[in-house]
Nanobody, 125 residues
Framework: QVQLVESGGRLVQAGGSLRLSCAAS????????MGWFRQTPGKEREFVAA????????DYADSVKGRFTISRNSAENTVYLQMNSLKPEDTAIYYC??????????????????WGQGTQVTVSS
């Protein structure tokens, strides 16, 4: 199994920046890619960004394009989400995700093999 540990979430003012980290351990070779999702109370978990272990960025949600950047350090099995120009609507719990080897769509939760515990990001106006 793969274990995921996120960090970096906190309270930030609108227009500010944050970098989230996700450290993966265990059977990372059994996953095809890593990504980030986010969720607010009463809403479904939504896709944010995904990257494969070769460093190819697979996709971004339209709502974060141009503001968020996903990257990875393959030597340390760590994935990052750099978030700039944050908006109050970015407030959510952010979850790191490890994808299955065979994935139909990286934007859907069905392709996720393992979730991290989540880290809270709060953007104040």
């Amino acid at each position: 199994q793969v274990q995921l540990v996120e960090s970096g979430g906190r309270l930030v003012q609108a227009g500010g920046s944050l970098r989230l980290s996700c450290a993966a351990s265990g059977r990372t070779f059994s996953t095809s890619a890593m990504g980030w999702f986010r969720q607010t109370p009463g809403k479904e978990r939504e896709f944010v960004a995904a990257i494969n272990w070769s460093g190819d960025i697979l996709d971004y949600a339209d709502s974060v394009k141009g503001r968020f950047t996903i990257s990875r350090n393959s030597a340390e099995n760590t994935v990052y989400l750099q978030m700039n120009s944050l908006k109050p609507e970015d407030t959510a719990i952010y979850y790191c995700a490890a994808y299955r080897l065979l994935v139909g769509s990286y934007t859907l939760t069905g392709g996720v093999e393992r979730w991290g515990q989540g880290t809270q990001v709060t953007v104040s106006s």
